[in-house]
């Protein structure tokens, strides 16, 4: 399935030290090469002709940036039939991300299991798997440990050397600053402040990068799901707590100082219900599991909580509310409510075009039936424009691994495309 | 004051109509010529060799790039004094914004007073003028009769002809489109959706730009105040209602569809507080001039709020909070209060380094006496981070003027610097 062993970067994340002296690029600006490299991995494949159209350029200029991405081994000819509506006799040629030029592997840590992927450059997934967990946070080792452990295990599935993989991009929830590569704080790990980057480059002899699970859904989309052409998009996901990530002219928006975008821990009610972050009135103390679950004991009359699992719990609450239990169905309705709130306030700070409801609980159609979405819209501003598209994404358990591994993609092509631009 | 008559820009707002193809900029993508001429403004006056070192680039490149913007009449050069630290004989030359390139008109309408200024390219106010005025929306023949005064007014007082403009930047209050420059509501305008600009750019004969009042307050802080060297900050408005902007990578940032950054609609309370938008728990609802109004009476035991203008209503309940009572510091308490949790929102999900707290209502100190800053800091997630940076700017009656200024100066530069990379 693979092709001979990558070209790796010469040095991730950071510019070579060799070339002219380029400016450093902001955090949105997209360089030709770049938009090039993205519409190709967009579409799959295309003709040159076509982007030289899409992005009102000379066609000189596409031959010459495609032949530097074609070079620096990131992009591929393909021989495609011969053009049906052309009328002219030479084959077509398109061109594709050449798939074989880096695999990455992604790997999401979370309370109840951990997954991993390994995916070549184009995308595709060459092998995952889940490893069920007893809840509760890790210490360094114990983290340290499970990581390795997981990627032992996804790259024998894929039948393939660890050091075949160019890097890897690793997911926890909590507040993460991805450029730093520290975890604040995160529900699965005890330590608070922790440089978790170094460490784990260090146990795993790869270069490893760590973003926040909304953030890893957020890429997810961008990468391989409906935001592969959009520019703009907002992510919602609802699981043990509710995350957000923004998507702004093709890149991840992290906020101006590395940690935003965290809709679950808005408030929408002054001294109102608790957290598990301590405050009060946070958005996910309304929507999460934990929030659900917490009033299920009561809306069930449990005599003993604790003999049902979280996700055994929320099935059963889910059953009885569609049974009829008043007081189930109301749990599901004031979350449904908030949720409706929340989306709204995104709506009326981001004026999104899109905003994808991506997790698994999405499976619990209440979070996005009519009369939801209904509220949501009469808590948006009333500009009189049709409101944003909503697309429901219940993904499977592989989601954030998915996630995780595009994380990694970034990195590898923003090294990779760095590299191209300082090939003499 | 003024240099010759300054060159027009071939066409406002977009690229002139020959020259090779050159891809559209994306709102944040920023080529080196800008970042120049941005810099350029931000400093008032800078030495080729600073420029050459800030932005890692050749001197032989700011050399180039600076004689385009010269040729095009947009820098200057100025002769300095001697640099003291360089011990070479040579007169240092520095660069400066040429102030007399264009001269624009800001104005802008609000319910209580209208005000105009006119200001140079370099950002020197030439004239402002101020027009008191019964309060209530006008119809479009009223508005644009009231622009046309002002704009004459203000032209006299700065001693110029109308057509010495190149541009003219109008905000309002509400709901502004500005890409399409249609107002969709505005508490000042009796009609909805309604397309402004061509009506307004008709009337004064004049190229015409349209915002929202917090997105002015924005870019006059871009443009003349503290975010003149910043990439990136927040502005939170408090007048009538509860305004906000947003500047990402040195731009107004206006959401994905231009319809954004709408924090006094976000909703702070489920079925909460009526606000003037018709919906229920909307943040102004709790914190702008009309929801302490509304209070206000109450607490002041008033016989007939209608003797009493709200600026007056407003005074009276400071006074007596300061003096004491009781009822009228609990409305500004809690005021205060909603304005944290509405500050703590802004940082959970954006993360700014800096929010600047800007607008008349920020000479009542309880909006961000120490009480208030730490509730905000209570409910911000703890990321063991420092919290960003808060400025109280209570800049007088011609800010939000200035701020439309500033609106137009910015699509002026924009088109000359189109105008002068077209240059053969």
Same mark, same amino acid.
């Given at each position: 399935?693979?092709?001979?062993?990558?070209?790796?970067?010469? &040095?991730?994340?950071?510019?070579?030290? @060799?070339?002219?002296?380029?400016?450093?690029?902001?955090?949105?600006?997209?360089?030709? $090469? *770049? *938009?090039?490299?993205?519409?190709?991995?967009?579409?799959? *494949?295309?003709?040159?002709?076509?982007?030289?159209?899409?992005?009102?350029?000379?066609?000189?200029?596409?031959? #010459?940036?495609?032949?530097?991405?074609?070079?620096?081994?990131?992009? &591929?000819?393909?021989?495609?039939?011969? !053009?049906?509506?052309?009328?002219?006799?030479?084959?077509?040629?398109?061109?594709?991300?050449?798939?074989?030029?880096?695999?990455?592997?992604?790997?999401?840590?979370?309370?109840? =299991?951990?997954?991993?992927?390994?995916?070549?450059?184009?995308?595709?997934?060459?092998?995952?798997?889940?490893?069920? $967990?007893?809840?509760?946070?890790?210490?360094?080792?114990?983290?340290?440990? +499970?990581?390795?452990?997981?990627?032992?295990?996804? @790259?024998?599935?894929?039948?393939?050397?660890?050091?075949?993989? #160019?890097?890897?991009?690793?997911?926890?929830?909590?507040?993460?600053? +991805?450029?730093?590569? #520290?975890?604040?704080?995160?529900?699965?790990?005890? !330590?608070?402040?922790?440089?978790?980057?170094?460490?784990? #480059?260090?146990?795993?002899? %790869?270069?490893?990068?760590?973003?926040?699970?909304?953030?890893?859904?957020?890429?997810? !989309?961008?990468?391989?799901?409906?935001?592969?052409?959009?520019s703009d998009f907002a992510v919602v996901t609802i699981e043990h707590g509710l995350g957000m990530g923004f998507v702004l002219n093709h890149r991840l928006y992290r906020g101006a100082r590395g940690i935003g975008m965290e809709l679950g821990h808005t408030k929408v009610q002054m001294d109102g219900a608790l957290c598990r972050c301590g405050q009060r009135g946070c958005l996910e103390a309304y929507v999460a599991?934990?929030?659900?679950?917490?009033?299920?004991?009561?809306?069930?009359?449990?005599?003993?909580?604790?003999?049902?699992?979280?996700?055994?719990?929320? =099935?059963?609450?889910?059953?009885?509310?569609?049974?009829?239990?008043?007081?189930? $169905?109301?749990?599901?309705?004031?979350?449904?409510?908030?949720?409706?709130?929340? %989306?709204?306030?995104?709506?009326?700070?981001?004026?999104?075009?899109?905003?994808?409801?991506?997790?698994?609980?999405? $499976?619990?159609?209440?979070?996005?039936? *009519? &009369?939801?979405?209904? =509220?949501?819209?009469?808590?948006?501003?009333?500009?009189?424009?049709?409101?944003?598209?909503? !697309?429901?994404?219940?993904?499977?358990?592989?989601?954030?691994?998915?996630?995780?591994a595009a994380l990694a993609l970034q990195e590898v092509t923003e090294a990779a495309l760095d590299a191209a631009r300082a090939v003499p």
């Amino acid at each position: 399935m693979r092709a001979a062993a990558p070209p790796k970067p010469r &040095e991730m994340g950071t510019s070579p030290g @060799c070339g002219p002296l380029i400016p450093p690029l902001s955090d949105t600006a997209r360089p030709l $090469r *770049q *938009q090039i490299f993205e519409r190709v991995r967009a579409a799959g *494949q295309t003709a040159r002709a076509s982007l030289a159209r899409d992005l009102a350029v000379s066609p000189a200029s596409v031959t #010459t940036l495609t032949s530097e991405l074609i070079e620096a081994g990131l992009l &591929e000819e393909i021989a495609t039939p011969r !053009e049906a509506d052309s009328g002219r006799g030479r084959p077509a040629v398109a061109l594709g991300v050449r798939a074989g030029a880096h695999l990455v592997a992604g790997i999401k840590l979370s309370d109840r =299991e951990h997954t991993a992927v390994v995916v070549d450059f184009a995308g595709n997934r060459l092998a995952g798997e889940a490893i069920p $967990r007893q809840p509760g946070p890790m210490t360094l080792p114990e983290l340290l440990d +499970a990581a390795d452990a997981l990627l032992t295990r996804v @790259c024998a599935s894929a039948g393939i050397a660890r050091d075949a993989l #160019t890097a890897v991009g690793l997911g926890v929830p909590g507040f993460v600053d +991805a450029a730093s590569g #520290t975890v604040h704080w995160s529900p699965v790990i005890t !330590e608070r402040h922790l440089p978790l980057v170094p460490h784990l #480059t260090d146990h795993l002899g %790869l270069p490893v990068h760590v973003d926040n699970d909304a953030n890893l859904v957020t890429l997810a !989309e961008l990468w391989f799901g409906a935001g592969r052409t959009l520019s703009d998009f907002a992510v919602v996901t609802i699981e043990h707590g509710l995350g957000m990530g923004f998507v702004l002219n093709h890149r991840l928006y992290r906020g101006a100082r590395g940690i935003g975008m965290e809709l679950g821990h808005t408030k929408v009610q002054m001294d109102g219900a608790l957290c598990r972050c301590g405050q009060r009135g946070c958005l996910e103390a309304y929507v999460a599991d934990y929030a659900l679950v917490r009033e299920a004991q009561t809306a069930l009359n449990l005599p003993n909580r604790d003999t049902l699992a979280v996700g055994a719990l929320l =099935e059963s609450l889910y059953d009885h509310a569609k049974a009829g239990n008043a007081a189930a $169905r109301s749990i599901f309705h004031r979350a449904g409510r908030y949720l409706a709130l929340g %989306l709204a306030n995104v709506v009326n700070l981001f004026d999104p075009g899109l905003i994808i409801l991506s997790g698994d609980r999405m $499976r619990y159609d209440y979070l996005y039936a *009519q &009369e939801t979405l209904s =509220e949501m819209g009469a808590m948006m501003l009333d500009t009189g424009r049709p409101a944003p598209r909503i !697309e429901i994404h219940a993904w499977g358990d592989l989601l954030w691994a998915h996630g995780a591994a595009a994380l990694a993609l970034q990195e590898v092509t923003e090294a990779a495309l760095d590299a191209a631009r300082a090939v003499p």
